[in-house]
């Protein structure tokens, strides 16, 4: 059965061309051409994967990204028209977004990033390896329960992939490309910041003091080693 992808894009020649080349693909493929519609399209529907614009109207794709994100762990990517800096990157993370892509949209590395996409999906939900647990955060890699200080937190697709990366592989420097290449795959090896970026955010939801992390620590120049909490 092939995976569904739901374009939420209000330019309705870019929404066709899309639509026309992730069919070729053999994607099966739906449009909305405004965030309600792409927020009724996607309960009726349930999708793999959200292509969502962030200026859609109606509802903004911030907003829809939210929405969808409490309703689902469905791979989310967002297009936007104009350069993304760090602080909207976080913003969109807040908000549940997995991916950013800047349009327009190259077809080959398109093509590329929603395979990736996909794959990690599939893969978050095909592991076997129980998780982590101490006195401050407990992790259920089978379950996709994180839990900080008792309380339990949401975490994007993207998130988790990374935390079970570096639970999977206690004590060991993961280099900024090994990172690139289990998290988001090797489509993405050109891109050396995101590590930078989704770590930092990430210890901000799972570190007692993300300045001072206690368990995704830095090897300056690497990558980052994930260091279990003594007893």
Partial sequence: MPARVLIVEDDH??????????????????????????????????????????????????????????????????????????????RGLDMGADEYMLKPLGNIELGARIRALL???????????????????????????????????????????????????????LTFEKLLELVWGREYTSEHHYPRIYVSHLRRKIEPDAQHPEYIRNEYGVGYRFTAKAP
Wanted: charged residues 30%.
């Fill in 119 to 173: 794959r990690r999906r599939i893969a978050d939900h095909s592991e076997q390896i129980a998780g982590y647990s101490d006195d401050y955060l407990q992790v259920d890699l089978m379950g996709r329960h994180v839990r900080v200080n008792g309380q339990e937190i949401r975490l994007t697709p993207t998130e988790f992939k990374l935390l079970a990366t570096f639970i999977r592989h206690p004590g060991e420097v």
């Fill in 13 to 90: 020649d870019l929404a066709r061309l899309l639509q026309i080349n992730l069919s070729r693909r053999g994607y099966d493929v739906q449009v909305a051409g405004d965030g309600r519609a792409g927020l009724r399209q996607f309960v009726s529907w349930r999708p793999d994967l959200v292509m969502l614009d962030v200026d859609v109207p109606e509802m903004d794709g911030l907003e829809l990204c939210q929405r969808i994100r409490e309703l689902s762990d469905v791979a989310i990517l967002m297009m936007t028209g104009h350069a993304v800096s760090e602080p909207e990157i976080a």
